[in-house]
């Protein structure tokens, strides 16, 4: 079907590769309008391309998510271009693994600065530009049946207590309680907002862990359906929650981790599995 004016639109923060990538190339599929906001102009541009060549609409705007001035960027531009924002989802992520006791002030604010200040900056800025559409329309029941969604792409971590990853795992447990309040703050406007925690997922930037073989096999040892997840299966989980599918979700996060968060220990039962 040829895309037009009427179709949705997301921003997709960290858009230009892994998970966000996915979920822009998926909302593409699914006839919506995307905007690839990510630090990394190659892949960004790459990734548009890649939509485009698919028949789907894509723009990249370059964006540090921890810049105010780079989301409102983000903002302006997909404003002008498309008219409108639908959908949001946030990928753009860090991370600084480290021994806690040898976590420096540093590299702490950094992860602080992407992972939960650009989930805010972004989910802020793309907030008031769905509610000044909403006070803008003339048509309130057409404004209704459009999606209104926003996703942040958190992590089992929120939950899963990590002695290596800490800076990591405390942002993201900041981020499921982002989602859950911004969920409260934005449902008497209608605006859904919601989470997903992926666990263990195949993307360029686990790809280098998963390819050693001890910490492959200690990640399956702690994944149930016993397999790394695939992006796709991510991106699936953000097309229905985008979706009016999903109308009564908000202040959700809904886990995607071939059931590690189910996994409390291992131990061998007489059928031979773990139980
Ligand atoms: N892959 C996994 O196993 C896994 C597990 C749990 C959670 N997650 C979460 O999923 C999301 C995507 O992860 P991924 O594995 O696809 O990561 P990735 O490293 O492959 O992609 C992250 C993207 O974010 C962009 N980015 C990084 N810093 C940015 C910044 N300051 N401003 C804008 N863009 C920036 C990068 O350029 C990249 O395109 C992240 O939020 C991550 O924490 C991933």
Same mark, same amino acid.
């Not at 769905?130 to 996703?151: F, G, H, K, N």
């Given at each position: ?41 190659? *892949? ?109 792409? *958190? ?46 997922? *195949? ?7 998963? *390819? ?64």
């Amino acid at each position: 079907m040829p895309i037009t004016s009427a179709d949705p639109v997301a921003v997709v923060t960290g858009g230009a590769r892994g998970i966000g990538f996915a979920c822009a190339r998926r909302f593409a599929r699914d006839g919506m309008r995307v905007v690839i906001a990510d630090i990394d102009e190659t *892949s960004g541009l790459a990734a548009c391309e890649e939509i485009e060549a698919h028949g789907g609409e894509a723009l990249f705007v370059h964006c540090d998510v921890g810049e105010r001035f780079d989301i409102h960027n983000v903002m302006a531009e997909t404003v002008d271009t498309f008219g409108r924002v639908d959908v949001m989802v946030a990928a753009a992520a860090a991370g600084a693994p480290s021994a806690f006791l040898d976590i420096d002030e540093k590299s702490f604010d950094a992860v602080m600065r992407v992972n939960l200040r650009g989930a805010f900056l972004a989910g802020q800025a793309v907030a008031r530009q769905m509610v000044r559409q909403l006070q803008a329309t003339t048509s309130r029941d057409a404004e209704r049946e459009r999606p209104y969604s926003l996703i942040f792409i *958190s992590s089992v971590n929120a939950v899963m207590a990590s002695a290596t990853e800490l800076a990591f795992a405390v942002s993201k447990g900041a981020v499921n309680q982002l989602a859950k309040s911004m969920a409260i703050a934005l449902a008497p406007h209608g605006i859904r907002v919601n989470a997903i925690g992926p666990g263990t997922v *195949s993307t360029e930037s686990v790809k280098p862990l998963i *390819s050693d073989a001890k910490t492959r096999a200690n990640v399956l040892s702690r994944t149930p359906l016993g397999r790394i997840g695939d992006a796709n299966e991510i991106a699936a989980i953000a097309a229905f929650l985008a979706s009016r599918e999903a109308s009564y979700i908000t202040g959700q996060c809904i886990y995607a981790d071939g059931g590690r968060l189910a996994l409390n220990y291992t131990v061998e039962t007489l059928a031979g599995g773990p139980a």
